[in-house]
C-alpha cells in the first residue's frame, strides 16, 4: 500500500508539471479534429477536447481490479485518457464515419465499438465507440507538430447516447448513488428508449433525404433569384441525394465560394452543378466514406477552375490552412 501511495504522490507531482503541456495538446488536437469533420464535410454536433482534472486522475489511480489489486500500477504511462475528445453527431450511422475519418488521420491504438459489443451480446446500456489515438510522426495534423506521440481518447457518441452517458455518470459516480435494482431498471429502459429514438431520427433523416430528391417540380425559385445557403442546400439535397447533408452555415460559405467565382444566381448555379460529374470527383478523390454536399461541391469547383479557385477562395473562411489543403487536393485530382 506505502509503495502504492509513492507511486501516486508522485505521478500526481508529474502531472501537476504535465498540465501546461497538456492543455494546449487538447486545444490543437481539438482543432485539428474539427478541421479534419469539416474538411470532409461530416455534419456534427459539437467536438470537446479537455484534459482530466486531478482529482479524477488520483480516483483512477486508486482503482482496484476484480482480484483486489491496482489496475494502474506503473501510474500515468498506462492512462491514455489524460486528454479526451468528445464528437457528438447527430446521427448514428455517422459515427462510423467519424471513427474511420479520425483514424486516417492519427495512429489508432484503440478501437472499442461498445454499441456494437451491446447489441451482439443482446444488452442494453452505455452506447458509443471509443479510441484511443495518437499523434503520428508523419503526416502530422496541422497544429500537432509539437505534440507528436501524444495519446489521447476520443469517445464518438450521438446527441441522445451522450445525454444518457452524462446522467448515468452524474448518478453513479459523481453522485454516490449505492447500487440499486429499481435505479438500473430505469436506466435500462431510458436506454432502450434512446436506441429506438436514435433509430427514429435516422428514418426521419432518410426521408427528408428522398423526398428532397423528388421534389425537382417544387424547387422552383426564379433563375435570377440571388444565391442563399438554404437555396444551395435545396439543389445540392436533388443531386446528390447519395451524400450527407453538411453543416447548415457552411451552404452559406459554399454561397461566397461561388460568388468569388462569378456564381451568384439560381440560374448559374444550376447550370453549373447540374452538367457536374459527381461520381469523377468521388472516384478521384478516393473518399473513405460519401462527402458532404459542401466537401464534394468545393472539390468539383476545385477540379472545374483549378489554380485560379485557389488563389480567389484561399482566403474564405475561417481555416488558414486552406490554400494548402487546396493545393493538394488539386495535385491528387491531377495525379
Known sequence: MQDHEAVVASSLEHYAAMLPRLNQASVAIGHA??????DDGLNHHTVQARV???GSVKGKLDRLTADGRFKYERGLEQLDDLIGVRVIMFLEPDIADVATAL??????REDDDKTSSQRRSGQIGYAGRHLILQVPAENV???CQTFIGERFEVQIRTVLQHAWAAFEHDIRYKGGAEANAEVDRAFTMASTLIELADAQFSAINDIVKRRQAESTAEFAPSPATELTGDILQDMLARLLSDHPRSQARQ???LGDLLAANGVRTVA?????FGAADWSAVAKKMDYKFPAGHVRIAD???LKTWGTGYISRTK???DDPKRESKLVYRLERMQD
Do not use: M, N, T
Open 315 to 317: 482566403s474564405l473562411g
Open 52 to 54: 482530466k482534472d486531478p
Open 103 to 108: 483514424k486516417g488521420q492519427f495512429h489508432c
Open 251 to 253: 451552404y452559406g460559405w
Open 268 to 272: 448559374d448555379a444550376e447550370e453549373l
Open 33 to 38: 479534429i474539427r478541421a479534419r469533420l469539416r
Open 141 to 143: 495534423p496541422v497544429g
Open 299 to 301: 472539390d468539383f469547383l
